[in-house]
Structures are given as structure tokens and as C-alpha cells.
């Protein structure tokens, strides 16, 4: 069993038969509308909306269970955005007599010299916003790459057109290969996993300093035969004639369908519909969003 | 003491996450100090068996016994101080700088003093005759170097059994015998080795025991000279007799009906059948 099991599998759902178009737009969608909100309820809303998405695309559980990873970035945002929130500075208009509140002291009052560092329930609860933004992003986009034949996504790219421009067949060539390399990577992955966990690699344990060092023994075998791979796939390109000057042809052909049309218009709707709730109402936005004004 | 069972299946079946069947009711009594070959064909499930001898993978049913401990409840990091497992691709593990770093980083986990970690590592090393490149960047070695390095790195650890997934496979002759003397000499100083190979003639010369699987079923558990008596077995199972019991089997039409194992005994049966 896989640990990152992103690959295309098989299954006639709603969701496969889309046009992969309307799946990218979807994601763009999911971009949008999380970018929008920073409050947590709205948040989770959006993020069970993914969830009945994935469902629809009958997609196992499992495949998502790497996700709990995930939590661990939440709480890196809660933590981190409780401690310096307040030396953001510019929170535009919030009333006069806001007064940010304390949760606890990481350095605690019992402590010599202590209490100190304070975690400032606002920025707590920005941090956890900005964390499940990841959550909903991270949760969207494999439904894209799940439900969608990587060739199908390569013949998608390739038909779009802007006049007369259209995709150089070697960035889609680049674009897809990545595709297709994640189940590669996620084997190169749990055979890692596997050989360092045998001779006593605990992977899991508290000690931050001793689990970069863990973490190294993972991913320099991965990279160093993703790299030798990656070299090897070009030499085979060359052998067969890649980049030669020709017009490609599919096998596989993808149908647009009417219910493309309507699930384009949904999202289309549903992404401004929440950009307006935003910017023009302030709802599922929180009072104390740090401005950026760059 | 070569009595006792030092790895134990009880009933151990295991389906894949999604519902592939890949061990059924294996029951196995893997006893101290034994040299045992498990061979099959592709995809029989060997790896997957010897996968809970560690703990990386846990019975979907039954229970896996490892020096008395659940494999269940126990954490891999701490049967692996048991069981020391080489795996096939040695690049699946190398990350460290140097080849000495590499052979050691085990040892290191283990939290063990320094000395005792410079002297299991050097002993390692030699063991697989790479001593004289400690100072080396693994990339910079060849292949075989490459798997021996991993092999040693999990020799330092000292553990009372091994499991070699397929060790000689990819390797010319002279590193396959190389590996192959290395677990003959383990095995000669009382460790119990667990061997997966498609090498019939190694496991014909050094195997205690075989174990044949078949569809994720042990289905003949004997030693090699019984086993390579029973061709309708292995012939089920898309396996080959080793040279030396082909001849055999082929000069049984005329009266010979030994099963011999190597070269020597082949010939010295043939001797003494002439002879008589
Ligand atoms: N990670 C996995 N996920 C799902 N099924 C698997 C996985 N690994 C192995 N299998 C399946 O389990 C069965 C046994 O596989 P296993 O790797 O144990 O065979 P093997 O005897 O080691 O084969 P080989 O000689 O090729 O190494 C096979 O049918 C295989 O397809
Ligand atoms: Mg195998």
C-alpha cells in the first residue's frame, strides 16, 4: 500500500467522465474560494464540499490517508501564527477597543522568568485558518489527478488553443510526465520507508533535531534515483525521435459533454458568488486579517 | 538451543489494502540457527512473507512471533535489533556521505558508545571486503559494491537473524558467491538466515531447509533434498530443478535414484553407483 497513492484509477463516476477541463477549473475554483475565506466555519465548509466531491468520484478513503501530514502543518500554523500574529502590525480598520487575548504562555508562568511568549488566540485561530486553506487545496487536487487518464490530460492540453499558439508539446510533455511519475515516486517512496524502518529508523518521534535527520535518510534516496530516472527517461526520449517535427495523434479521444457545460457554470458562479460574499460583505473573512499592502 | 523457534507464523494471512489476497494460513516455525531458502515463483508472496518477520507488514489474520514478541504490538525499530533485513535495491537506503557513515548509521540509532560502533562497523565492512573504501562516497561505488554496502550496514548491527529479499539477483558470479559465503559463514556462526532466492543451485548447495511458496501458501517445507524429490510440486509452481538434480533425474532410467545436492556429491554417487 502505497503511502502517497496519487494515481489515476479507474472508475465510472460523474466525476471521470468530466471533461478534464472542467476538472482544472474545478481546481481553480478550489483556489479561488480558499483564497477568499480566512474564517475557520467557512473554511470547513468548503472543505467538506471537496469531501462530497471526492465521494462523488467514489474515491477510496485510503487514498487520502497520507493526509495526516497535513496535520501536523496545521498545527505549525496555529502555533507560529499565535506566537508573532501581533507583530504583523497593520490590521486595517478594526475597532479601537479590540484587545488581542492570551491562550497560554509556551513558556510557561511556573517557569523561571516566565510567563513569556504568549499565543494570541487571534493569530491562533488565523493560523488555523491559513492550514486548512493547505487542507482544502491538498484534498482537491488529487481528484483532478485521480480521476483523470494522464493521456487524457496530455490530449487536453495539447488542443488548447490561443489563436494561433498553442502549448509547445514539450512543456505538456513536461507537465504530464510529472503526472505520471507520482505512483514511480511514491514506490520509490514506501521502499524507503521500508529499508530505513528496518535497520531502526523511527519515523514518527518527537525529537525535532533527530527527525530532519530521519527525514534526510528518506528523501536522499528518492531524489537521487528520481534524478537518475529522470536522466535515464531522456536518454530513451532521444532513442525514439522526441521533439521530431510532426502533428501528434491520440487514440484517445475526450468527449465534452453537456454536463461539462453545466458543472463549468456552477463553478464559474459558485467562485464569484464567494469572491463577492468576501470582498464586498466581509463575510467568511476575519476582523483582524493582516493587510498586505505591498 | 537449536530447537527453539525464534520466528513463529500462526495461522498468518494478509490481504493487501484493497483486498489482494497475498498470504493464506501460513503456519511456520522458523527455528534458531537454521539456514532457510524460501523460493517460489513470481508473486507467491515470499516477499510479503518475510516482510512480517519484521514487523513492516502486520497479519490481517494470525499472529507473527519474534523472539517470543507479538509483531503486532512491537514496534518495527524494535525488532529490527532482531531481525536485520537486506533488502534488494540497495539504493532504497544509501543516503549518507560516506561509506563508513552508511555501515554505521544503524549502530548509531541503537545508541551504542562510540568504540563498539567503530568496531562493529570495521568488523562489517571487511566482512563484505569494503574496508579499504570507508572513506568513499557510496555513488562512487559500482552496483555490487553498492549492495554489499548494505549488507553490511545491516551486518554491524549484529542481529540473530537475517533475511536477504533476493540477494543475488542482478549480481554476476563472483559477487553471488561473495554473498552467498557471507551467509554461509553467518550462518556458521550460529545465526539464523532467512534466504528468498530463484537461485535453485544455491539453495540446493547451502539451504537447511526450503520452504516452497505457492499463491500465498507454503505448500512444501522440507529439506532441499526432499524437496527436489517432489518434482510435481515445483513443477506446479513454475520452478526449476537445480543442474545437479536434473542430471540426476535424467540419469534415473537407468537405475540412479539419488537426489544429490552438489557438484561432489553428484559425482561421487555416480562413482560409487558405477563402481557397484
Ligand atoms: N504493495 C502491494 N500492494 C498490493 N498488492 C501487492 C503489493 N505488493 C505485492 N502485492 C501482491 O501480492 C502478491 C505477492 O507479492 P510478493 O511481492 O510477496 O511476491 P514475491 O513472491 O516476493 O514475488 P517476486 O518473486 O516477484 O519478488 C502478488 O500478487 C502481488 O501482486
Ligand atoms: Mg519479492
New interface residues.
Given amino acids: 500500500?502505497p503511502t502517497i497513492d496519487i494515481q489515476y484509477f479507474k472508475e465510472d463516476s460523474f466525476v471521470h467522465r468530466l471533461h478534464p477541463f472542467t476538472k482544472v477549473l474545478f481546481e481553480i475554483a478550489v483556489l479561488v474560494i480558499a483564497a477568499a475565506f480566512n474564517e475557520p466555519l467557512f473554511l470547513a465548509v468548503v472543505i467538506l464540499a471537496i469531501i462530497g466531491v471526492a465521494s462523488l468520484a467514489k474515491i477510496p478513503v485510503?487514498k487520502f490517508r497520507y493526509m495526516w501530514v497535513l496535520a501536523y502543518i496545521v498545527l505549525f500554523m496555529v502555533i507560529t501564527q499565535g506566537v508573532w500574529f501581533t507583530s504583523f502590525g497593520d490590521f486595517g480598520d478594526i475597532d479601537v477597543e479590540f484587545e488581542w487575548r492570551t491562550l497560554f504562555h509556551l513558556w510557561p508562568a511556573w517557569a523561571p522568568g516566565g510567563p513569556r511568549i504568549p499565543v494570541i488566540l487571534e493569530g491562533a485561530n488565523y493560523g488555523f485558518s491559513l492550514g486548512l486553506r493547505v487542507v482544502a487545496i491538498s484534498l482537491a487536487f488529487p481528484i483532478l489527478v485521480l480521476t483523470t487518464h494522464p493521456s487524457d490530460l496530455t490530449r487536453f492540453l495539447s488542443q488548447i488553443r490561443i489563436g494561433s499558439w498553442r502549448i509547445p508539446y514539450n512543456v505538456i510533455f513536461v507537465f504530464t510526465t510529472a503526472f505520471r511519475y507520482i505512483p514511480t515516486v511514491s514506490r520509490?517512496f514506501d521502499?524507503?520507508l521500508?529499508?530505513?524502518?528496518?535497520?531502526?529508523?523511527?519515523f514518527g518521534g518527537y525529537n525535532p533535531i533527530r527527525q530532519i535527520r530521519v527525514v534526510?535518510?528518506?528523501f536522499?534516496?528518492v531524489l537521487?534515483?528520481s534524478l537518475l530516472s529522470a536522466h535515464d527517461l531522456t536518454l530513451a526520449l532521444e532513442t525514439r525521435a522526441f521533439g521530431a517535427p510532426t502533428e501528434r495523434t491520440f487514440i484517445h479521444e475526450v468527449h465534452w459533454r453537456r454536463a461539462d457545460w453545466g458543472v463549468c457554470a456552477l463553478l464559474i458562479i459558485i467562485a464569484i458568488g464567494c469572491l463577492i460574499l468576501a470582498n464586498s460583505y466581509g463575510l467568511g473573512v476575519l476582523p483582524y486579517t493582516p493587510q498586505r499592502n505591498i | 538451543m537449536a530447537s527453539e523457534a525464534i520466528i513463529e507464523t500462526r495461522d498468518l494471512s494478509y490481504s493487501y489494502p484493497g483486498g489482494i489476497s497475498a498470504l493464506s494460513s501460513v503456519n511456520l516455525e522458523i527455528r534458531q540457527g537454521e539456514f532457510v531458502a524460501i523460493i517460489g515463483s513470481n508473486g507467491s508472496g515470499k516477499t510479503t512473507l518475510v516482510k512480517h518477520f519484521n514487523g513492516l507488514l502486520k497479519p490481517s489474520q494470525g499472529h507473527v512471533m519474534v523472539d517470543g514478541l507479538d509483531t503486532r504490538t512491537t514496534r518495527v525499530s524494535e525488532l529490527s535489533r532482531i531481525v536485520g533485513f537486506v533488502f534488494q535495491n540497495p539504493d532504497h537506503q544509501i543516503f549518507a556521505y560516506s561509506v563508513w557513515e552508511e555501515a554505521s548509521f544503524g549502530l548509531k540509532l541503537h545508541k551504542l558508545d562510540a568504540e563498539t560502533v567503530e568496531q562493529q562497523t570495521t568488523e562489517a565492512l571487511q566482512a563484505v571486503s569494503l574496508d579499504e573504501l570507508r572513506d568513499r562516497h557510496p555513488r562512487a561505488l559500482s552496483r555490487g559494491q553498492r549492495q554489499r554496502l548494505a549488507t553490511a550496514s545491516i551486518l554491524a548491527l549484529r542481529t540473530p537473524v537475517l533475511v536477504l529479499d533476493e540477494p543475488t539477483t542482478g549480481q554476476d558470479f563472483l559477487s553471488r558467491r561473495q554473498i552467498m559465503a557471507l551467509a554461509v559463514e553467518l550462518h556458521a556462526d550460529g545465526r539464523t538466515v532467512l534466504m528468498v532466492t530463484h537461485d535453485m543451485a544455491l539453495v540446493a548447495e547451502y539451504a537447511t531447509r526450503v520452504i516452497v511458496m505457492k499463491d500465498g501458501a507454503a505448500v512444501c517445507d522440507a529439506s532441499p533434498n526432499e524437496v527436489f524429490k517432489q518434482d510435481e510440486v515445483l513443477k506446479s509452481t513454475g520452478l526449476d530443478l537445480p543442474p545437479v538434480a536434473k542430471i540426476a533425474r535424467g540419469l534415473r532410467a537407468y537405475g540412479f535414484s539419488d537426489t544429490p545436492l552438489t557438484q561432489t556429491e553428484l559425482v561421487e554417487n555416480l562413482l560409487t553407483a558405477i563402481r557397484s
Fill in positions: 500500500m485510503r520509490e521502499q524507503t521500508d529499508a530505513q524502518r528496518s535497520r531502526g529508523v523511527n534526510m535518510t528518506l536522499v534516496p537521487t534515483s
